[in-house]
C-alpha cells in the first residue's frame, strides 16, 4: 500500500491499542512489579516508563505503604530531614528527566550510536532566576553536544525529546558529556518519562521496595513489534483498524468491521476474568488480608 495509507492505519492500529489496555478488565495486562532501594536521607525517587502505581510494600518489615496527598505530606511533616522507617508513599509528578540538575550547570547531550547526526534534541527548563529557556541542537553522534552555548545556568529541566528515533541512546548529562546522567532516551523512542514519588518518613536506611505497576504503552515503531495482547486475540488490530478505515473512507462495510471488534472484545474480556473454576474470578473465594500489627496483637486482630 502506498505510504501515506500505510502510516493512516498505523495510526489507527495505535489507537486501537492503546484504548483496549486502558479498558477495566484488559488493562491489568501491563501491570508488572518492579524493584527499587531506598537510599539513606534520600526523600525522592523516580521510576521510568510507568503510568500508575498500584502499590507500593516491602518485605524487611514486612509492610504496605500507603498512599498520601502531598497537602497532607506536608502538614504531617514538612521537615524532611527527619529519618526512620517510611510508612507512606507521595506520588509528585511525571518527569523529563530522572535527576535536575545539582546546580545552575551547562547541559550536554550525546549518543552512543555514531550513526546519530540529523535527529534534533529540543529542550524546555528553567535559568538561574526562574526565566524560562527553549532550545534545540542537532545531534553529534557519540560527541557530547552542549545544548545552549550561551547558557550555562540551567537549574531544572521540564522538556527533553527528540524530532525522530535514533539508532542508540541518547542521555542527557550536567556539566560534560561525562557529567552525572539526568535523563536518557532508549533506542527506536523519542522521550522517557518518569514517575516521581517521595516517601514518608525519609528513609533511614536501605530497603527494597516492590512495586506493583502499570507500564505505560508505546506506540508501534517497527514491522517486529507485538501488541500486549494474547495471542489468540490479536485479531482486534485488524478489524479495528480496518474499521476506522472504512470509516475514513466512507465504505459502508465499518459496521459490519466495527460489530465483528466488539464481539471480539467481549470475548477477550470472558476469556481474562475466566478462573480453572469456570467461573468470572470475582465470584471465587475471598482471601483474608494477614495483620500488620505485630507480635503483641493476637492472630486475626
Excluded at 483496549?20 to 501491570?31: A, C, E, M, V, Y
Excluded at 498500584?54 to 504496605?64: F, I, Q, V
Excluded at 529542550?123 to 557530547?144: C, D, F, K, M, R
Excluded at 517486529?224 to 459502508?252: C, I, M, N, Q, Y
Aim: hydrophobic letters at 35%.
Amino acid at each position: 500500500m502506498d505510504a501515506v495509507t500505510q502510516a493512516r492505519l498505523l495510526g489507527f492500529m495505535n489507537q486501537r491499542h492503546r484504548k483496549l489496555l486502558t479498558k477495566p478488565g484488559i488493562k491489568h495486562l501491563r501491570n508488572d512489579t518492579i524493584t527499587f532501594a531506598s537510599v539513606a536521607s534520600q526523600v525522592q525517587y523516580v521510576l521510568p516508563n510507568i503510568a500508575k502505581i498500584e502499590r507500593l510494600y516491602e518485605t524487611t518489615n514486612d509492610r504496605t505503604l500507603y498512599e498520601i496527598s502531598q497537602q497532607d505530606w506536608r502538614l504531617i511533616q514538612p521537615d524532611t530531614t527527619i529519618t526512620g522507617t517510611p510508612e507512606a508513599y507521595i506520588w509528585q509528578s511525571q518527569m523529563a528527566v530522572a535527576l535536575q540538575p545539582s546546580d545552575a550547570s551547562s547541559l550536554f547531550v550525546k549518543s552512543t550510536s555514531a550513526a546519530d547526526t540529523t535527529q534534533t534534541v529540543y529542550l524546555e527548563g528553567v535559568i538561574t532566576g526562574n526565566y524560562p529557556v527553549s532550545t534545540s541542537v542537532t545531534l553529534t553522534g557519540t560527541v557530547a553536544v552542549n545544548v545552549a552555548a550561551a547558557t550555562s545556568t540551567w537549574i531544572r529541566v521540564y522538556k527533553f525529546y527528540l524530532s525522530a528515533a535514533c539508532a542508540g541512546t541518547v542521555t542527557l548529562n550536567e556539566d560534560s558529556g561525562a557529567g552525572t546522567e539526568l535523563a536518557r532516551i532508549t533506542i527506536g523512542k523519542t522521550s522517557t518519562k518518569y514517575t516521581g514519588i517521595a516517601l514518608w518518613m525519609t528513609p533511614s536506611s536501605v530497603i527494597t521496595y516492590n512495586t506493583d505497576v502499570v507500564y505505560a504503552l508505546t506506540d508501534f515503531a517497527s514491522a517486529t513489534d507485538e501488541p500486549l495482547l494474547p495471542e489468540d486475540f490479536h485479531d482486534l488490530l485488524v478489524s479495528g483498524p480496518t474499521s476506522d478505515e472504512w470509516r475514513h473512507t466512507k465504505d459502508e462495510r465499518w459496521s459490519i468491521a466495527e460489530q465483528e471488534y466488539t464481539g471480539r472484545v467481549n470475548d477477550l474480556l470472558y476469556w481474562l476474568s475466566e478462573t480453572a473454576m469456570g467461573r468470572p474470578r470475582s465470584l471465587g473465594q475471598q482471601w483474608q488480608r494477614p495483620s500488620q500489627l505485630g507480635p503483641y496483637f493476637p492472630a486475626n486482630s
